[in-house]
């Protein structure tokens, strides 16, 4: 009994610290606005920013991809690193943040001065889905704030040739909701038919759970996964890239590669971000951080 009571003592002290990681109510059940709430906003954002084009100026470019940085206002090497790396290329490029920005309350600010360098247009852009932890202590108002959006797609193209479509998903609470389930299949439904090399899905919350380490958001209900394997296998959409479990998993699925990456969190070791040269082919590799005491 008294180990319990010690570990309950533990989690209420790190929930009230300053730097908190933990939100006991929002681990449990949505303390804050629900997915299809989030949705609705997001789609109204949306709707005045209009839609996103970004002429590459060739066929060829690379994608950046990260995930899990879990910044905390003392510590984001990890991200710095990947954002500078990413602002070195000489490529046409793209940079994509897979969700777990922050780690705790009070640590956007921090963030958006990290992902939004100044001088930045819209072609060099760090696209950002929320996780979790994002939308922990009722934080996506703040979130909306500085991302503005949780669900969107955005399309790559040379001129007057479309060349990639990339749909983002909303899946911070473990489920994407009725509202923006139906919005994605008539988003399949409407962009297969145009002129697409392909199409990929990215969200933070991973489909093939490779343990309970992230209790009730390790992955979606088997009724969901079911449906969206489905629907994705039906628009043959060759990736889906995502993160959450902190572990790098490759699943293929009916003909779908579910990439889960490695975590950017500067507390953790061994870890990796993903480069991806899009062309005829999207042919990805992982590139590890440099060791904390290096960087």
Request: aromatic content about 14%; overall charge negative; some cysteine.
């Amino acid at each position: 009994m008294k180990k319990y009571l010690y570990i309950a003592a533990a989690f209420l002290l790190a929930a009230c610290s300053e730097d908190s990681t933990l939100d006991m109510a929002g681990m449990f059940s949505p303390n804050g606005e629900v997915v299809n709430t989030r949705f609705e906003q997001s789609m109204a954002y949306n709707q005045t920013r209009g839609e996103i084009s970004l002429n590459m100026g060739a066929d060829d470019y690379v994608i950046y991809v990260c995930t899990d940085s879990h910044i905390t206002r003392k510590t984001h090497k990890n991200l710095d690193y990947f954002v500078a790396q990413y602002k070195a290329e000489t490529a046409p490029k793209i940079a994509i943040h897979l969700g777990d920005v922050i780690d705790a309350q009070k640590n956007f600010p921090c963030a958006d001065s990290i992902l939004h360098f100044p001088g930045q247009t819209i072609a060099d852009t760090v696209f950002v889905t929320p996780g979790n932890h994002d939308i922990y202590f009722k934080q996506w108002s703040e979130y909306r704030g500085f991302f503005k959006s949780g669900t969107y797609w955005f399309e790559t193209r040379n001129g007057a040739k479309k060349l990639d479509l990339f749909i983002c998903l909303d899946s911070a609470e473990g489920t994407l909701g009725t509202e923006q389930t139906k919005w994605l299949k008539e988003l399949l439904e409407a962009k297969s038919k145009e002129a697409y090399r392909r199409i990929i899905v990215y969200t933070h919350t991973h489909l093939w759970k490779l343990d309970m380490s992230q209790g009730h958001t390790s992955n979606m209900a088997l009724e969901e996964t079911y449906e969206l394997t489905t629907l994705l296998s039906e628009y043959k959409i060759p990736y889906v890239w995502s993160g959450h479990q902190h572990a790098r998993q490759s699943v293929f699925f009916k003909g779908v590669n579910y990439l889960v990456l490695n975590a950017t969190k500067d507390s953790e070791k061994g870890q990796s971000y993903m480069k991806v040269n899009m062309g005829d082919a999207a042919i990805y590799h992982y590139i590890d951080f440099p060791p904390i005491d290096n960087l």
